[in-house]
């Protein structure tokens, strides 16, 4: 090195008064001389040093958010939000995958057949997401998000919100290959609804595995049932069907809504699962 920087310099550089142009010389310089690098430690408190250090390997050691968690932090998703969102098992391509191929395979048999496949699986897929998300057998980040700095009924509304977000786009994908239905080719909208809320709602009395279930064997058979006495539309897609689902939904609703606090003390966490969350509490 032909020059070395002014200890005025490498001063007020460390303190971060130095100016432009001779910052940049100056940091320009110190990035090849190692000489200089040493002096400027002399004009740095140690404990400063040793923090930078620290937030440099946090920094590193920090797993990197993907894609799913980039995109909800730049809708304003809070972090902590869009981590237990991205973890959500209805977020991953395998599921995603199995719903599309399931939804394609629907439409095919109700193009070629009745459209009563897409109309009546549809419906079940939102039902079946939930409890791939909430469900201590099948999630496979339940610890981690009973355990989460929120109450169950938040965790459980916010993933709920994820698996009726993606499926009712898929499933709106879907009804697009029927375009001669019109409408009729929505018809699955209300009744998932439906099922997605009461299958919730029970959730805090029955588990957030047993009731999906019960709710999707009562749908499977209503449907199975209206199609073998009916001759013409099957009921829960005529109008009538149609307004009893919303009226389903709305009761459901505040249904959920009034039981909210049963979700951090009833059937939907285990007893191992409810110590998990108390000894969070208790420690944060």
Not at 136 to 148: F, H, M, Q
Not at 169 to 175: R, T
Not at 187 to 204: D, S
């Amino acid at each position: 090195m032909s020059w070395h920087a002014d200890d005025g310099d490498l001063r007020d550089y460390a303190r971060g008064t130095l100016t432009a142009p001779r910052l940049w010389s100056v940091e320009t310089h110190l990035a090849a001389c190692a000489d200089c690098r040493a002096a400027l430690a002399a004009h740095v408190p140690p404990a400063e040093i040793s923090a930078g250090w620290a937030r440099l390997e946090d920094e590193l050691d920090a797993p990197r958010p993907g894609l799913a968690e980039s995109l909800l932090l730049r809708l304003g998703v809070t972090d902590h939000t869009a981590r237990l969102l991205a973890a959500t098992p209805v977020l991953r391509r395998s599921w995603l995958g199995a719903v599309a191929l399931t939804l394609l395979l629907a439409a095919g048999v109700a193009l070629v057949a009745s459209p009563l496949m897409l109309l009546a699986t549809a419906p079940l897929l939102p039902l079946a997401g939930v409890a791939l998300s909430f469900g201590p057998a099948l999630d496979p980040t339940y610890e981690i998000a009973v355990v989460a700095p929120m109450h169950t009924f938040r965790l459980l509304m916010v993933r709920t919100v994820a698996v009726l977000s993606t499926t009712t786009l898929l499933s709106g994908l879907a009804s697009l290959a029927l375009p001669s239905l019109g409408l009729a080719a929505l018809g699955w909208l209300l009744p998932a609804l439906a099922l997605t809320t009461t299958g919730v709602a029970l959730t805090a009395r029955l588990g957030p595995v047993i009731a999906p279930a019960l709710v999707g064997a009562g749908w499977t058979a209503l449907v199975a049932l209206s199609r073998l006495l009916a001759s013409g539309t099957p009921l829960p897609f005529t109008a009538e069907g149609q307004g009893a689902a919303a009226a389903v939904a709305t009761v459901a609703t505040v249904v959920l809504v009034a039981a909210r606090d049963r979700f951090d003390t009833g059937r939907a966490l285990g007893p191992s699962h409810r110590y998990l969350r108390f000894a969070a509490r208790r420690l944060s």
